[in-house]
């Protein structure tokens, strides 16, 4: 039974650094591309149109968008996502993901086989 679990997550302050935790069971990590997604707030949307922030590949490289970060725990099955100077609009549903090799960097939400329920961040000013 594949596991994804995030936690992290809450209510901080514009400014402020945050690191989500996705917690992995039932899969080998480093056989999988690692990614981590967002939704925004307000109508619900198909999980497709999530915006996709930041990858980990099998091979140890990443792609990230402006202001986050991404690294990866093979041995405990934990992936991370550092996210720096927090503004509002970084509110949202933070979710991870799961892409069996191969896989890229390149991939977009559907490509993914295993998805977490999801971590609420909420940025105030």
């Known amino acids: 039974h594949v596991q994804l679990v995030e936690s992290g997550g809450g209510s901080v302050q514009a400014g402020e650094f945050l690191r989500l935790s996705c917690k992995v069971s039932?899969?080998?990590?480093?056989?999988?591309?690692m990614a981590w997604f967002r939704q925004p707030p307000g109508e619900q949307r198909q999980r497709e149109e999530r915006?996709?922030?930041?990858?980990?590949?099998?091979a140890q490289r990443s792609f990230v968008k402006g202001g986050f970060g991404i690294t990866r725990d093979n041995a405990n099955s934990t992936l991370y996502l550092q996210i720096v100077s927090l503004k509002p609009e970084d509110t949202g549903m933070y979710y991870c993901?799961?892409?069996?090799?191969?896989?890229?960097?390149?991939?977009?939400?559907?490509?993914?086989?295993?998805w977490g329920q999801g971590t609420q961040v909420t940025v105030s000013t």
């Open positions: 993901a799961a892409w069996r090799a191969p896989c890229s960097l390149s991939g977009v939400a559907a490509d993914y086989n295993y």
């Open positions: 039932g899969i080998t990590l480093s056989e999988y591309c």
């Open positions: 915006e996709r922030l930041a990858v980990s590949n099998t």
